[in-house]
């Protein structure tokens, strides 16, 4: 289950965030991720990942 934090929450270095929207048919679906890590210098360390399955 994802978090939410309050609206007056500050991302700081040393936190790590993942973002992660999914969107599924009945005959697919498609899953893709972005992992940022915050850093002293602003966001950085990104990763992208990407999933795509068909269901048999």
């Not at 965030?17 to 915050?38: K, N």
């Not at 602003?42 to 992208?48: L, V």
């Amino acid at each position: 289950m994802a978090t939410r934090l309050p609206d007056d929450a500050h991302m700081a270095p040393g936190q790590v965030y993942t973002i992660e929207p999914e969107l599924y048919t009945d005959e697919c679906g498609y899953r893709h991720s972005d992992t940022v890590a915050i850093t002293e210098s602003g966001p950085g360390g990104s990763r992208t990942s990407r999933t795509i399955s068909t269901r048999t």
